[in-house]
């Protein structure tokens, strides 16, 4: 446990609870595939849990992490905004970002199981859709349905494995096909306009992205049909 970082939750956590004494503290970097960090008060203890990929950030940037980690245990919120700045700076910069997925490439694992579902062929439905709308030129990521009927999470692209996963929920016969279409083809438009920080914030749908996203014929028809799901 580094005693500096220990000392910087300490300081945080008088900026806090004033008046409250400081229990017992115990902070480590743990090798996670993610920028991950956690904190939990087991009997007394306050246990913090932060990815390895933060322990070369400078120290501003620990006190942040402290900072923000102390206000959400203890609900002092909100979030002091030159805190939450700052961690958001470093973490969306280009340098953390790439290391990041780097990380995820090495020590992430993703379930892959087929493409065949029992009911829709998600490579059949690529295929159709790259022709349709990107001239054929869109390069074949994994396909692979989900491992769990996901009601949450609808549809994921993952660049670190480059893989597209569709939740197995709509892998059913009454499930229409511009449904399946319309999940893919959003996934798609990631693979083709990337994720990029615009001052120091990421932008998922850029406006390029959603331009695109409307070019889908039913999708007025698709979203209300996932809505209702």
Not at 141 to 148: N, R
Not at 194 to 210: D, E, L, N, T, Y
Request: charged share 30%; hydrophobic share 40%; net charge positive.
């Amino acid at each position: 446990m580094s005693t500096a970082l220990k000392e910087i939750f300490e300081q945080e956590y008088r900026e806090l609870r004033p008046r409250a004494p400081i229990p017992a503290l115990e902070v480590r970097f743990r090798r996670f595939t993610s920028l991950n960090t956690t904190i939990r008060l087991r009997e007394g203890r306050l246990l913090v849990q932060l990815s390895d990929l933060l322990e070369s950030a400078p120290e501003p940037v620990h006190h942040a992490i402290a900072h923000i980690l102390l206000a959400k245990l203890y609900k002092k919120l909100p979030i002091a905004r030159v805190h939450a700045d700052r961690y958001r700076r470093y973490v969306s910069s280009e340098a953390v970002a790439r290391q990041a997925e780097r990380i995820r490439q090495t020590r992430g694992r993703k379930t892959v199981l087929s493409a065949q579902g029992r009911c829709y062929d998600l490579d059949e439905v690529f295929e159709g859709l790259n022709a349709r709308f990107f001239h054929g030129l869109l390069g074949r990521p994994t396909l692979t349905w989900s491992a769990h009927h996901a009601r949450r999470m609808l549809g994921h692209y993952d660049a670190a494995h480059n893989t597209i996963m569709v939740s197995r929920v709509f892998d059913r016969a009454d499930t229409p096909r511009y449904a399946i279409e319309y999940l893919l083809y959003h996934e798609m438009l990631h693979l083709k306009h990337p994720v990029r920080v615009k001052a120091g914030r990421r932008c998922v749908h850029s406006r390029a992205f959603q331009a695109e996203e409307r070019l889908f014929p039913e999708l007025d028809a698709a979203k209300a049909y996932l809505k209702r799901l």
